[in-house]
C-alpha cells in the first residue's frame, strides 16, 4: 500500500535562504507524485506534480520537485525564499493512478 | 463563480443541533470528497462520489451523513456531533476517468466547525 512521509514537521528559514522541504513515499509500482501548498484559512493549491517524464518539475511561486525513483523521494525546493511562502505543504501519492495519499504537513516560516 | 466553493465558512452548533455544509465545483469534475483537517492531526479523507456515487467510506461516524445529489454538489449533513469533531473540513473536486483517479484535487477553502 503507498504511503507518504514527509520527514520534517516544521523547517523554519530566513528570507531569501534557500529551502528544501522533504517527502518519502513508499511504493513498488508506477506512481504520480504532487505538492499542494495551504496558507491560513484557505484550502489546498497544487503546487506542482510529476506523472511522467523529466524528473524535474516546476511550479508556480518559483518552486520545483526533483523525483528521485532510487530513492523514492520527491523534494520540494526553492532557491529564494519570501515572507509570503509562509504556508503548509503537503506531499500527495497516487499509485497506479489510484486515489491520492497525502502526508501529515510540513510548516514551513520564513522569517525576516 | 469559479472554483470549488464551500458554505458556509464558518458554524459554530451545538451537540444537539443538525447543520449541513454544502460544496459546489464549477470545474466540470466527476469526483467529490471530504476531508477532515484537525489542529496536529493528519488529513483525513471521509468520503468520496464518483459520478453521484460513494465510492470511499473511510470508518466515519454515521452521525455524519454526505449526499451527493449531482456531479456540481455535494452535502454534508450533520447531527449530534462531538466536541472532538470540531475542525476544518474541506471539500475537493477532481476529474476521474475510468479507474484512474491520477489527476490532481482542487480544494474550496474549507469550513471552519467548531462544536459546543
Known amino acids: 500500500a503507498q504511503s507518504v512521509t514527509q520527514l520534517d514537521s516544521q523547517v523554519p528559514v530566513f528570507e531569501e535562504a534557500p529551502v528544501e522541504l522533504r517527502c518519502n513515499y513508499s511504493?513498488?509500482?508506477?506512481?504520480?507524485l504532487f505538492w499542494y501548498v495551504q496558507y491560513p484559512n484557505q484550502g489546498l493549491q497544487l503546487l506542482l506534480k510529476?506523472?511522467?517524464?523529466?524528473?524535474l518539475v516546476k511550479g508556480i511561486n518559483g518552486f520545483e520537485a526533483e523525483f528521485n525513483k532510487s530513492q523514492t523521494s520527491f523534494h520540494l525546493r526553492k532557491p529564494s525564499v519570501h515572507i509570503s511562502d509562509t504556508a503548509e505543504y503537503f506531499c500527495?501519492?497516487?499509485?497506479?493512478?489510484?486515489?491520492?495519499?497525502f502526508g501529515d504537513g510540513t510548516t514551513l516560516t520564513v522569517k525576516p | 463563480e469559479t472554483g470549488v466553493t464551500q458554505t458556509p465558512r464558518h458554524l459554530v452548533m451545538g451537540m444537539t443541533n443538525k447543520k449541513s455544509l454544502k460544496c459546489e465545483q464549477h470545474?466540470?469534475?466527476?469526483?467529490m470528497y471530504w476531508y477532515k483537517q484537525s489542529a496536529k492531526k493528519p488529513l483525513e479523507l471521509m468520503f468520496v462520489?464518483?459520478?453521484?456515487?460513494?465510492?470511499e467510506n473511510n470508518s466515519v461516524p454515521s452521525r455524519f451523513s454526505p449526499e451527493c445529489p449531482n456531479s456540481s454538489h455535494l452535502f454534508l449533513h450533520l447531527h449530534t456531533l462531538q466536541p472532538e469533531d470540531s475542525a476544518l473540513y474541506l471539500c475537493?473536486?477532481?476529474?476521474?476517468?475510468?479507474?484512474?483517479?491520477?489527476?490532481?484535487?482542487?480544494f474550496g477553502p474549507g469550513t471552519r466547525l467548531t462544536v459546543l
Open positions: 511504493s513498488s509500482v508506477s506512481v504520480y
Open positions: 510529476y506523472l511522467s517524464g523529466s524528473t
Open positions: 500527495a501519492v497516487s499509485e497506479n493512478a489510484g486515489k491520492s495519499t
Open positions: 462520489y464518483s459520478l453521484e456515487e460513494r465510492v
Open positions: 475537493a473536486s477532481s476529474r476521474t476517468s475510468g479507474r484512474s483517479w491520477g489527476n490532481e484535487q482542487f
Open positions: 470545474l466540470g469534475h466527476n469526483a
